[in-house]
């Protein structure tokens, strides 16, 4: 079992910056890839990036793409996602995600992922 634990929601005003965290606990080694995921009200959850836990590899929406980073510390077993320029339509619960199955073209699905977090609300205010 892994065991994901997200923080650094918040509110935050437009063209603002979060840093979003994902610690993870368990069985870390088994982990090929960790994504992040978002969920707004009355939409389904839809990708926002993703790392391979390893090689570092990376992978992001078109709608976060050049305003997002994605990165691990592996000596912390801990990913980030790092939003800027933050716009009001990307206000929605981010989840963390983790994966054994390897495969990097289908870390942006998340049906195939085993372990999830509990999801920090990031609010993004015109």
């Known amino acids: 079992q892994v065991q994901l634990v997200e923080s650094g929601g918040g509110l935050v005003q437009a063209r603002g910056s979060l840093r979003l965290s994902c610690a993870a606990s368990g069985r870390t080694f088994s982990i090929y890839g960790m994504g992040w995921f978002r969920q707004a009200p009355g939409k389904e959850r839809e990708f926002v990036g993703a790392?391979?836990?390893?090689?570092?590899?990376?992978g992001y929406a078109d709608s976060v793409k050049g305003r997002s980073t994605i990165s691990r510390d592996n000596a912390k077993n801990t990913v980030y996602l790092q939003m800027d320029s933050l716009k009001p339509e990307d206000t929605a619960v981010y989840y963390c995600?983790?994966?054994?199955?390897?495969?990097?073209?289908?870390?942006?699905?998340?049906?195939?992922?085993?372990?999830w977090g509990q999801g920090t609300q990031v609010t993004v205010s015109p």
């Open positions: 790392i391979t836990w390893s090689g570092g590899n990376t």
């Open positions: 995600g983790a994966r054994s199955g390897r495969g990097y073209s289908t870390l942006t699905l998340g049906h195939t992922y085993d372990y």
